[in-house]
């Protein structure tokens, strides 16, 4: 009973940090540090990194991102693994509507063009990334899935490294492209941490 209760405090840390992100996004605009992440990060005009951070956002946008994940589902599907097709594609469904969710209840503006460069214009509400946070668990889900059902292998290790870097870096793209500040950015991990775990604890219950 004891090991029960530190493992719930222990996820329940989890959630501090974005509910505090939470709380300054819903009074703030921006914090000042967001603002000044953003233009040392635009200052760079290496097209070759533009082109980067244009490339890591691009599977989240719109459709795409259920277009990977129906691809990565069936693939799934090929090799058996039912539960665990089922359980991405549920991890995609929930987090979006999480991050959808949240949006509605904080309801913080996009960075503005007249602040920062703007590459892309979008009509949705700011806090958290819903890329940041369907990225985490999504592929989160995915490097778990791999982690833990693939042999050591050259094969492995790239995909780990592919999942690990999308979501490494989608932070940083979405601040980029003034899409995010870098405080959504950093909600939107702490979020999307937080959902993933539970998407991985729900899976092993359906597992056992």
Same mark, same amino acid.
């Given at each position: #009973?004891?090991?029960?209760?530190?493992?719930?405090? $222990?996820?329940?840390?989890?959630?501090? +940090?974005?509910?505090?992100?939470?709380?300054?996004a819903a009074v703030v605009a921006y914090l000042s540090g967001d603002l000044r992440i953003t233009r040392f990060l635009q200052r760079s005009d290496n097209p070759y990194f533009q082109w980067l951070m244009v490339a890591v956002s691009w599977p989240g946008n719109s459709f795409h991102q259920w277009g990977?994940?129906?691809?990565?589902?069936? =693939?799934?599907?090929?090799?058996?693994?039912?539960?665990?097709?089922?359980?991405l594609l549920l991890s995609l469904g929930?987090?979006? =509507?999480?991050?959808?969710?949240?949006?509605?209840?904080?309801?913080?503006?996009? +960075?503005a063009p007249d602040l920062v460069k703007v590459y892309l214009h979008h009509s949705t509400l700011s806090f958290p990334s819903g $890329? %940041?946070?369907?990225?985490? %668990?999504?592929?989160?889900f995915l490097?778990?899935?791999?982690?833990?059902? #693939?042999r050591p292998s050259f094969f492995r290790s790239m995909l780990l490294a592919v999942f690990g870097a999308l979501i490494g870096?989608?932070?940083?793209?979405r601040v980029y492209l003034g899409a995010h500040w870098t405080s959504d950015a950093l909600g939107g991990y702490g979020f999307?941490?937080?959902? =993933?775990? =539970?998407?991985? $604890?729900?899976?092993l219950r359906l597992k056992s």
């Open positions: #009973m004891i090991d029960r209760r530190r493992r719930l405090s $222990h996820r329940a840390l989890i959630i501090i +940090p974005p509910l505090a992100l939470s709380a300054a990977v994940a129906l691809c990565a589902a069936a =693939l799934l599907q090929w090799f058996r693994l039912r539960i665990e097709a089922a359980c929930s987090s979006w =509507l999480l991050v959808n969710t949240i949006k509605l209840i904080i309801a913080r503006p996009r +960075p $890329h %940041v946070v369907t990225y985490t %668990v999504f592929y989160g490097f778990y899935l791999v982690y833990t059902l #693939m870096l989608v932070g940083l793209s999307g941490l937080a959902w =993933l775990a =539970l998407m991985i $604890h729900l899976y």
